[in-house]
């Protein structure tokens, strides 16, 4: 049963438009949530997080949004630029990192 | 600052073997986490060290094991390697519990 979802296996977005990456997650104690990112032949890179008690959390360009009614989860990416082309994760932590499956980023130019 | 470092960066081992990874935190990095990334099943957590103390453990069986030594550093084993096991296996580490942690480049394992 996956305790996070990311419903979305790929997403193609234009140089200079916003990016948002979903995802949904059924496990409520999980507390605290992060994204990574990921290039071919490389471990995740770590990119923002955000604690169950807030909604909200930015870092230049990358912002997260917390929704804990319904339980999901968004990264927006504003401007997209060319090098955000990667797979990014969303992982949720309680005991352990539970992560989803991935959305293939494709930034065209 | 260096990186999280794992050896070897590629292992082929045979079924029946048993195999050890090794795993370099950052410098002052106490958290040490295991995972499993497949095709089919994504990232999976396999345990997580504090203090040369398992904190927490996935759903994995108990084939695989791991330890934490006093200067933070880490090894994972998995005995009786069956095909399923071939996977490559990350290692990240973090300041403390519930920060972020921060991956090495992975152990491709592949079982003949």
């Known amino acids: 049963d996956q305790q996070v979802k990311q419903n979305s296996p790929s997403l193609s977005v234009q140089e200079g438009r916003i990016s948002i990456l979903n995802c949904d997650y059924t496990?409520?104690?999980?507390?605290?949530f992060l994204w990574y990112k990921k290039y071919p032949a490389e471990g995740p890179t770590f990119l923002i997080s955000?604690?169950?008690?807030?909604d909200k959390n930015e870092d230049g360009r990358f912002t997260v949004f917390l929704n804990k009614s319904a339980k999901h989860l968004s990264l927006h990416i504003v401007p997209s630029q060319p090098g955000d082309s990667a797979v990014y994760f969303c992982?949720?932590?309680?005991?352990?990192?539970?992560f989803g499956k991935g959305t293939h980023l494709i930034i065209q130019p | 600052k260096a990186g999280v470092t794992q050896t070897p960066r590629y292992l082929i081992k045979t079924r029946g073997q048993q195999v050890t990874l090794s795993c370099s935190p950052i410098?002052?990095?106490?958290?040490v986490s295991w995972y499993q990334q497949t095709p089919g099943q994504g990232l999976q957590f396999l345990f997580e060290?504090?203090?040369?103390?398992?904190?927490n453990k996935g759903n994995f069986p108990g084939r695989f094991s791991g330890r934490q030594f006093s200067n933070s550093r880490s090894e994972m084993n998995v005995s009786t390697l069956e095909l399923g096991d071939s996977a490559l296996y990350l290692c990240?580490?973090?300041?403390?519990?519930?920060?972020?942690?921060?991956f090495g480049d992975g152990t491709r394992l592949s079982i003949l």
């Open positions: 990240a580490s973090s300041l403390e519990i519930n920060q972020p942690q921060h």
């Open positions: 496990n409520s104690m999980f507390d605290y």
């Open positions: 955000i604690s169950s008690i807030k």
């Open positions: 992982a949720a932590s309680v005991d352990g990192l539970t």
């Open positions: 410098s002052g990095h106490r958290s």
């Open positions: 060290y504090f203090s040369e103390t398992q904190r």
